[in-house]
């Protein structure tokens, strides 16, 4: 499949021309699983795991089909409130995963997630929402469609001092949106990303460094738009330690993973967004920094050892590392 398809064993892209015989081939022939995704709203419905009924408010958009059924019986059935756009023209988003031992290559095809307006979003139904939140979380996949919709609250929320995070989500997106990327980088409050995705961002932004704690440090020295806060940066880096970087904060901090046995790990799609469902229900929660990023490893191990990005019932209780 990887090499029908023309994709490499541990990767996220862009679906091309070329892949849009994927999806129904998974599905047809190779007995493919349907699970509730978006990398975004992975992470939604791993804070609403975490988090009291009725926390969180994930926004997008989907097709007029049956997939769209299936994603709003998801995560209404995870508690998660959901205010989609939904496009006449084109189907939902699907994402093609194919897993290969521990690694998983990501196909997507936007689509739907393709046509997100900005008049949905400062609709009199939606921004009345918006500004109830005094949390807001963005993937950076969503700077390949909507950027004045990430810009309307990004900038709501350093007006109003409220928090604003962002997943850099795929190398592709520091490699080829750049700009997009850029124009966000002011507003962050805390920017969540992996080890490939910060040297992505190292290369494309001509950084001398390959060192993900150097990478962490620049990123978390950027200059800033809402001086009531200091930026986070977090990286993930599999197994080995966290590195987190605050800025003014000359001491780097290093956090060590939870361990999982071989045998326990099922599929690690999505392990990044549910990292950041359980970081961000922290931070929401007022948790201390150590203790939010111990959360959102608690979800990534739990997710771990669940087919796709999933999480599982009946629901656990976060429990502190010992």
Known sequence: MLEKYGLKPNDAILAEEKHMGLYEDLLQNHDAKLIAGGAAQNTARGAQYILPPSSVL??????SDKYASILRDACSSAGLRTEYRVDSTQPTGRCGVIITGHDRSMC???????EYKIEHLKSPEIWPLVEHAQFYYVGGYHLTVCVPAVMALAEEAAAKNKVFILSLSAPFIPQFFKEPLDQTAEYWDYVIG???EALAYAESHGLETKEIRDIAVHLAGLPKKNQQRKRTVVITQGTDKTVVAVQDDEVLREFGVREIAKEEICDTNGAGDAFAGGFVAGIVQGKSLGESIDMGQWLARLSIKELGPSYPYPKQTYQPSS
Do not use: D, M, P
């Open 194 to 196: 992996n080890e490939t």
């Open 108 to 114: 997507t095809h936007l689509a739907a997630a393709n």
């Open 58 to 63: 994930y926004i997008g958009c989907v097709g």
